[in-house]
């Protein structure tokens, strides 16, 4: 969708900000009726511009105080089909997001654990035995910064 205006891109930052924002608020703030306010919101959602809303969630404060990044190589890629990998590991709730990456490793998993004990369980009991799963590269997470806006 490459006809934006100023408004468009002042609406999907406003939202990236605060997505509980309503269209009445949004509207007021850039001169708009509410109801015009949502028809530019619906047309950015219709053309996917705008994904849905994140809960950004502290999972430090939930328990989950460590976060691992692992880089995995899949040992026969012939054998097992990288959708057969990608659903098994999307599968396991520590494992947050998979990557599909072209590097040294085929994927990119972030896993939280409670500890690194938990970790240590997740990694052998579940994520070794997953199929296909070939040499593994853990780095652990030391602190996170956030870039303001929306990407």
């Known amino acids: 969708m490459s006809d934006l205006d100023d408004i468009d891109r002042g609406l999907i930052l406003a939202l990236a900000t ?3 924002q ?3 608020a949004l509207g ?3 001169g708009l009726s509410q109801p015009a306010t949502w028809r530019r919101i619906k047309r950015l959602y219709d053309a996917g511009i705008l994904k849905g809303r994140r809960l950004d969630l502290d999972a430090e ?3 989950f105080g460590v976060t691992v990044f692992l880089g995995v190589k899949l ?5 097992v089909s990288l959708e057969d990998f990608e659903r098994a590991v999307s599968a396991i709730p520590e494992v947050q997001t998979v990557e599909h990456i072209l590097g040294l ?4 998993l972030r896993v939280t654990a409670r500890d690194i004990s938990d970790f240590e369980r997740v990694l052998r009991r579940r994520i070794m ?3 296909g799963v070939g040499n593994v590269e853990a780095n652990v997470l030391l602190s996170e ?6 990407l």
Not at 75 to 79: D, E, Q
Not at 105 to 108: I, K
Request: hydrophobic share 20%; glycine share 14%; proline share 10%.
């Open 145 to 150: 910064e956030r870039r303001p806006g929306p």
């Open 22 to 24: 309503t269209a009445g």
């Open 61 to 63: 404060r939930l328990g």
């Open 18 to 20: 605060d997505a509980t």
């Open 28 to 30: 007021r703030k850039f």
């Open 105 to 108: 490793y085929d994927y990119r």
């Open 75 to 79: 040992a026969t890629k012939g054998r």
């Open 129 to 131: 035995t997953l199929p």
